[in-house]
C-alpha cells in the first residue's frame, strides 16, 4: 500500500455537552451497534490501508476498550496494525497534545519509521464511507502538496463549527477559513487529508519549531498560498457528528431505507467490535415501529420513530418515541420518553416521564440496578 | 514443552438424518439455531467458558459450512499460540485408509493429535446438544472421585428413559452396570454423551480395541473400560439439555427461547455463548410491522407480522405477512401478503408473494413420516418458491422450485418435493 493512517481522535467538544462527559466524540455509539470511529478505520482496511495510528487524548478509556483487539477492522497482522498514541511524557516533552499539529509532533517517529510514500490523516467523529485510494490518484494527478477533502453543504446548514474553503476552477484552494463568523463559502473541509508523507514531517518539524500547534491553522492556512493545496469533493453521505443535534439527526437518518442500504447493504461493509450478544426478544405487549433495534435487547413496550442501541431492557407498557437509547440501559415500566438521548448504561425508574421541548433532552440517570 | 491438563475432542462429524434436508448440505453441527447461532456453538462456548483452551473437531459428513464457521477459532478466543481449535478430518494412510466408522475410531485415528499436547485428561463431546456446562466442575468431580472414566449423566422420566444409554449407579455415583435402550429401565440416568478419560486410560482402551469395526464409546469403549474393573463415575447434571435431533425436537427447542424466562436462557452476562457474526447492524422493524413473543438477529428488516418465531440474522420479511410459530434461518427473505405455519426455513431461501405454508389438514408425510412431521413445514436452504404458492403440512420443499413444480398452486400436505442434493 502507498500510505499509511491517522485518525485524530483526541477531541472534546462542548457541543455534545453530557454525552462527551464520560468519552470521547469517536466513541459514540452510533446507528445501534457502531461507534464512530468505525467509519474512519472501515474506510481505512478497505482502502487497503494496512498502518493506522489513532491519536486519542481526552477521555480515551471508553475509545481504547473499543480498540483494545484491532483484529475487527483487520489491523491484527504483523505488518503494520493499529497503534494507539496517548500523550506520554518522554525526556524532551510533557505537554499534552497541544493541538492536532503537535499531536503528529510528538510522535513523529511514527511517520518517520514508515516507508510508505503517502499519509492519509481522517477524524473519527464523521459518518461516511470513503475509498481513499480515489483521493490519492486524485492528489498525485493534481501534483498536489496537499489534498483536503470538501463537501458542499445545503445553503440552510450552518456551517460556522467548520472550516469552510474557496476553490478556483482547478479545484485549487484559495481561501480557507477556520469556523468562520459570516462564512463566504457553503463548501466545508471534511477533516480528511491526504499528504505526502515527507511533506507532512517537514511541515510539522517546521511547526514545531515555532511553537504551532494546530494542522489547519498553523499548516493548511498559512501555507495555503506557498503550498499546492487541493480541494476533493466528497457526493456521498458524510455527516459530522460532534453536536447534540448532528448526533441525534445523524443516528435517525438510519431510519431511512436508503441510509440503511448504502451503510449496510451495499460493498464495503463497515466493521465493529463483536460484542457476542443474543438475538433481540419481543415479549408480549412488544410494538416496534419504524426503529432500528440492535442484539441483547429486550422489548416489553412500545417503541415508534427511535434507535435503540445494545442491551437494553424496555419495561412493559413503556412508550418511546423519537429518541435514541444507547447501550445497556435499563427501563423500568410505564415509563414515557420522547425526543430525548438516554445515556449508556442508564437506569431510568418505573413511572419515569422524560420529554425534550423544542430542543433534544439528554438523559442521565444513574439509579441503582438490581440484577438477578 | 507443551502440556494441557485437558483436551476436548469434540463429534461433529454426524449427518444428523432425522434433520431431513436441513442437513442434506450441512452437518447437523452447523445447522442454525436460536437465531444467530449454529448447534456447535454450545459445546465450543462451553469450552473455552471451562477453561479447556484446547478443541479438536473431528468432521466428516459435509464439513464445507463448518469449517468456514470455525475458521481458526476467533469468535470463540480458540486462536491460539498453542492448542486452540483444530478441525481433524479423516485422513489417507499408508495402509488402513478409511473413514471415522465410530465415534470411537474416530478418536482412535487422531491418537497423534492428543498425544502432541500430553494431556492428563481427554473430554469427549458431541456436536448436538443445546445446553451451558461447566466441563471444569466435572472434571473436578472426576479427579474427586478418583475416576478413570467420568460419564455425564441427567435424570430423564423413567418411561422415556428406554430411549438413552442408562447408567446404573451405587450412592457414590460409582457406574456398576449400564444398558443400551432397555425395555425395563433398572435407573433413569441417561448418559449425555459427554465423557472424561484419564488420558492413558482412553489410549489403552482405543489401542486394544483397534481392531473393533465401527468402534464405539458407548457399544465398545466404556464396556471395556468397565470390564477391566477400571472405576467409572456418574456425574448428575441438572441443568438444560437439549436433544435437537429430529425436525420436532428442533423446532421445540427453538421456541423455548422466546418464552418470557426462558428455561435456558441468552440473556445472562455469565457464561456467553459466543459465534460467529458476519452481519452487525441492528435490525430495522418498520411502520406496517408487528413482533411479539420473537427473537430476532441482526441485521433483519420486518415489515411483516410475526408471533412465536424465531428469525435469523439479514432476514427480510415483507408487508402484510404474518409468520407465526416458525423458525426462519439467516438471510432468507420472505415476500409480502404471505402466510407462515409452523415452517423451518433454511438459510438463503427464496420465499415469493403471497405465499401460504402450513395450510389445511394434517397428512402423513409420503416419503419421510419419521422425518417430516408435527405439521411441520421443512424447506432446504438456498430454496425458492414463486409467488401464489400454498403448501400443506408436514411437507418438505428443497430447491430451486417454480410454478410447473405445483400443480393448480398447491403442494399437498405430505408431500416432499425435493429438486436439488443427492436423493433428488
Given at each position: 500500500?502507498?500510505?499509511?493512517?491517522?485518525?485524530?481522535?483526541?477531541?472534546?467538544?462542548?457541543?455534545?455537552?453530557?454525552?462527551?462527559?464520560?468519552?470521547?466524540?469517536?466513541?459514540?455509539?452510533?446507528?445501534?451497534?457502531?461507534?464512530?470511529?468505525?467509519?474512519?478505520?472501515?474506510?481505512?482496511?478497505?482502502?487497503?490501508?494496512?498502518?493506522?495510528?489513532?491519536?486519542?487524548?481526552?477521555?480515551?478509556?471508553?475509545?481504547?476498550?473499543?480498540?483494545?483487539?484491532?483484529?475487527?477492522?483487520?489491523?491484527?497482522?504483523?505488518?503494520?496494525?493499529?497503534?494507539?498514541?496517548?500523550?506520554?511524557?518522554?525526556?524532551?516533552?510533557?505537554?499534552?497534545?497541544?493541538?492536532?499539529?503537535?499531536?503528529?509532533?510528538?510522535?513523529?517517529?511514527?511517520?518517520?519509521?514508515s516507508h510508505e510514500p503517502y499519509v492519509v490523516i481522517a477524524s473519527g467523529d464523521c459518518v461516511y464511507k470513503m475509498?481513499?485510494?480515489?483521493?490519492?490518484?486524485?492528489?498525485?494527478?493534481?501534483?498536489?502538496?496537499?489534498?483536503?477533502?470538501?463537501?458542499?453543504?445545503?445553503?440552510?446548514?450552518?456551517?460556522?463549527?467548520?472550516?469552510?474553503?474557496?476553490?478556483?476552477?482547478?479545484?485549487?484552494?484559495?481561501?480557507?477559513?477556520?469556523?468562520?463568523?459570516?462564512?463566504?463559502?457553503?463548501?466545508?473541509?471534511?477533516?480528511i487529508y491526504v499528504v505526502r508523507r515527507r511533506q507532512l514531517i517537514e511541515m510539522i518539524e517546521k511547526c514545531a519549531e515555532e511553537d504551532r500547534y494546530d494542522f489547519v491553522k498553523d499548516i493548511l492556512i498559512r501555507y495555503k498560498n506557498m503550498k499546492r493545496i487541493y480541494g476533493y469533493k466528497l457526493t456521498d453521505y458524510w455527516r459530522n457528528i460532534a453536536t447534540v443535534d448532528d448526533y441525534f439527526e445523524t443516528n435517525m437518518d438510519f431510519l431511512k431505507p436508503e441510509t440503511r442500504d448504502y451503510f449496510f447493504k451495499q460493498y464495503p461493509d463497515i466493521y465493529s467490535k463483536v460484542d457476542d450478544l443474543p438475538p433481540a426478544k419481543y415479549n408480549p405487549g412488544a410494538q416496534v415501529r419504524n426503529s432500528l433495534v440492535s442484539s441483547g435487547t429486550i422489548i416489553n413496550g412500545t417503541v415508534e420513530d427511535s434507535v435503540i442501541f445494545k442491551e437494553t431492557y424496555i419495561g412493559n407498557n413503556c412508550y418511546i418515541k423519537n429518541s435514541i437509547i444507547l447501550n445497556d440501559v435499563y427501563i423500568g415500566d410505564n415509563t414515557h420518553i420522547e425526543n430525548c438521548i438516554i445515556e449508556s448504561h442508564d437506569t431510568i425508574r418505573a413511572n419515569s416521564y422524560y420529554v425534550g421541548e423544542n430542543e433534544i433532552k439528554i438523559v442521565v440517570e444513574r439509579n441503582d440496578r438490581y440484577v438477578i | 514443552m507443551i502440556k494441557k491438563e485437558m483436551i476436548a475432542m469434540l463429534l461433529a462429524g454426524g449427518q444428523g438424518s432425522r434433520l431431513g434436508v436441513l442437513t442434506s448440505k450441512v452437518a447437523k453441527p452447523a445447522v442454525s439455531f436460536g437465531g444467530k447461532y449454529r448447534i456447535i456453538d454450545f459445546p465450543l462456548s462451553n469450552c473455552i467458558n471451562s477453561g479447556v483452551d484446547t478443541v479438536g473437531v473431528l468432521t466428516q459428513y459435509q464439513p464445507l459450512r463448518l469449517n468456514t464457521h470455525i475458521g481458526i477459532g476467533i469468535p470463540w478466543d480458540l486462536d491460539r499460540n498453542i492448542g486452540g481449535v483444530t478441525v481433524l478430518p479423516p485422513y489417507e494412510k499408508i495402509t488402513n485408509s478409511e473413514w471415522y466408522t465410530g465415534t470411537a475410531n474416530a478418536i482412535y485415528q487422531n491418537i497423534d493429535y492428543m498425544e502432541s499436547y500430553n494431556p492428563e485428561y481427554v473430554l469427549i463431546l458431541s456436536g448436538d446438544h443445546i445446553y451451558k456446562m461447566d466441563y471444569?466442575?466435572?472434571?473436578?468431580?472426576?479427579?474427586?472421585?478418583?475416576?478413570?472414566?467420568?460419564?455425564?449423566?441427567?435424570?430423564?422420566?423413567?418411561?422415556?428413559?428406554?430411549?438413552?444409554?442408562?447408567?446404573?449407579?451405587?450412592?457414590?455415583?460409582?457406574?456398576?452396570?449400564?444398558?443400551?435402550?432397555?425395555?425395563?429401565?433398572?435407573?433413569?440416568?441417561?448418559?449425555?454423551?459427554?465423557?472424561?478419560?484419564n488420558w492413558k486410560t482412553l489410549k489403552e482402551a482405543l489401542l486394544a480395541n483397534a481392531q473393533q469395526p465401527g468402534l464405539?464409546?458407548?457399544?465398545?469403549?466404556i464396556p471395556y473400560c468397565h470390564d477391566n474393573g477400571k472405576p467409572l463415575y456418574a456425574y448428575e447434571f441438572n441443568g438444560y439439555w437439549k436433544d435437537v435431533g429430529t425436525l420436532h425436537s428442533y423446532w421445540e427447542a427453538n421456541m423455548e427461547l422466546i418464552d418470557?424466562?426462558?428455561?435456558?436462557?441468552?440473556?445472562?452476562?455469565y457464561w456467553k455463548i459466543y459465534t460467529k457474526s458476519e452481519i452487525l447492524p441492528p435490525q430495522y422493524l418498520s411502520d406496517t410491522s408487528f413482533v411479539e413473543r420473537s427473537?430476532?438477529?441482526?441485521?433483519?428488516?420486518?415489515?411483516?407480522?410475526?408471533?412465536?418465531?424465531?428469525?435469523?440474522?439479514?432476514?427480510?420479511?415483507?408487508?402484510?405477512?404474518?409468520?407465526?410459530?416458525?423458525?426462519?434461518?439467516?438471510?432468507?427473505?420472505?415476500?409480502?401478503?404471505?402466510?407462515?405455519n409452523k415452517a423451518i426455513i433454511a438459510e438463503n431461501v427464496v420465499v415469493?408473494?403471497?405465499?401460504?405454508?402450513?395450510?389445511?389438514?394434517?397428512?402423513?408425510?409420503?416419503?419421510?413420516?419419521?422425518?417430516?412431521?408435527?405439521?411441520?413445514?421443512?424447506?432446504?436452504?438456498?430454496?425458492?418458491?414463486?409467488?401464489?404458492?400454498?403448501?400443506?403440512?408436514?411437507?418438505?420443499?428443497?430447491?430451486?422450485?417454480?410454478?410447473?413444480?405445483?400443480?393448480?398452486?398447491?403442494?399437498?400436505?405430505?408431500?416432499?418435493?425435493?429438486?436439488?442434493?443427492?436423493?433428488?
Open positions: 500500500m502507498r500510505a499509511i493512517g491517522i485518525i485524530l481522535a483526541g477531541g472534546n467538544s462542548y457541543r455534545m455537552k453530557e454525552l462527551s462527559s464520560k468519552r470521547a466524540v469517536c466513541a459514540m455509539p452510533i446507528a445501534g451497534s457502531y461507534r464512530s470511529i468505525d467509519f474512519a478505520l472501515s474506510n481505512m482496511t478497505n482502502s487497503h490501508i494496512q498502518k493506522v495510528a489513532v491519536f486519542t487524548q481526552y477521555n480515551a478509556g471508553s475509545l481504547n476498550e473499543h480498540l483494545i483487539s484491532s483484529k475487527w477492522w483487520n489491523f491484527g497482522r504483523k505488518q503494520g496494525g493499529l497503534f494507539t498514541f496517548t500523550p506520554s511524557v518522554t525526556a524532551e516533552n510533557n505537554f499534552w497534545y497541544r493541538g492536532t499539529a503537535d499531536a503528529m509532533a510528538q510522535n513523529l517517529s511514527f511517520l518517520k519509521n475509498d481513499y485510494n480515489k483521493v490519492l490518484e486524485y492528489h498525485v494527478a493534481k501534483k498536489a502538496d496537499i489534498t483536503v477533502v470538501c463537501k458542499d453543504m445545503p445553503a440552510n446548514v450552518n456551517v460556522d463549527r467548520f472550516g469552510t474553503v474557496k476553490m478556483n476552477e482547478e479545484s485549487r484552494i484559495e481561501e480557507f477559513e477556520e469556523k468562520p463568523v459570516v462564512a463566504k463559502s457553503n463548501t466545508i473541509s471534511c477533516g | 471444569e466442575v466435572m472434571l473436578d468431580f472426576h479427579k474427586e472421585k478418583g475416576a478413570d472414566v467420568t460419564i455425564a449423566v441427567m435424570p430423564v422420566p423413567m418411561e422415556e428413559a428406554k430411549r438413552f444409554g442408562i447408567m446404573i449407579t451405587d450412592e457414590d455415583h460409582k457406574i456398576t452396570d449400564f444398558e443400551e435402550k432397555p425395555e425395563h429401565p433398572r435407573s433413569n440416568l441417561a448418559s449425555m454423551g459427554i465423557y472424561i478419560f464405539d464409546f458407548g457399544k465398545h469403549v418470557i424466562v426462558p428455561e435456558f436462557n441468552l440473556y445472562e452476562e427473537i430476532i438477529g441482526e441485521g433483519a428488516t420486518i415489515c411483516g407480522k410475526v408471533y412465536n418465531s424465531v428469525i435469523g440474522c439479514g432476514v427480510t420479511i415483507g408487508k402484510d405477512t404474518v409468520v407465526r410459530d416458525s423458525i426462519i434461518m439467516n438471510n432468507t427473505v420472505i415476500g409480502e401478503n404471505c402466510e407462515l415469493g408473494d403471497e405465499v401460504r405454508l402450513g395450510i389445511g389438514e394434517e397428512a402423513e408425510n409420503e416419503t419421510d413420516p419419521h422425518i417430516y412431521n408435527n405439521g411441520i413445514v421443512t424447506i432446504g436452504e438456498k430454496s425458492v418458491i414463486p409467488n401464489g404458492i400454498t403448501v400443506g403440512k408436514n411437507t418438505c420443499i428443497f430447491g430451486k422450485t417454480d410454478d410447473s413444480d405445483y400443480p393448480e398452486k398447491f403442494l399437498a400436505s405430505g408431500k416432499t418435493l425435493i429438486k436439488e442434493g443427492d436423493n433428488k
